[in-house]
Nanobody, 123 residues
Framework: VQLQASGGGLVQAGGSLRLSCAVSGRANSAVGMGWFRQAPGKEREFVAAIRRGTTTYYTDSVKGRFTISRDNAKNTLYLQMNSLKPEDTAVYYC??????????????????WGQGTQVTVSS
């Protein structure tokens, strides 16, 4: 499974971005998928996950602002980010899990990772 993230960029606070993650290879192995982010000097942190195609999970700081979704026909994962804040600035990574068991918020649960896309929110 290969993951290719895109859609990052520079946006003003309050703006929106949509990240995409194209899945190639054995896409049906990517049973669970998620987005993580890492800011300079900080550890990689969980942002959102989707399992079984419809069950979604979010970290508290993005609830109500971010929406994770998956288009299986296009083998693409999305993260719609609205009302962006400067503290959302980070490199965003998509990840895929071969199972839907375990802790969806733990990076070590995921088997495949994309290369990351930079999101910068100016104040």
């Amino acid at each position: 499974v290969q993951l290719q993230a895109s859609g990052g960029g520079l946006v003003q606070a309050g703006g929106s971005l949509r990240l995409s993650c194209a899945v190639s290879g054995r896409a049906n192995s990517a049973v669970g998928m998620g987005w993580f982010r890492q800011a300079p000097g900080k550890e990689r942190e969980f942002v959102a996950a989707i399992r079984r195609g419809t069950t979604t999970y979010y970290t508290d700081s993005v609830k109500g602002r971010f929406t994770i979704s998956r288009d299986n026909a296009k083998n693409t994962l999305y993260l719609q980010m609205n009302s962006l804040k400067p503290e959302d600035t980070a490199v965003y990574y998509c990840a895929a899990d071969r199972s839907t068991y375990g802790n969806y918020a733990a990076p070590e649960e995921y088997d495949y990772w994309g290369q990351g896309t930079q999101v910068t929110v100016s104040s």
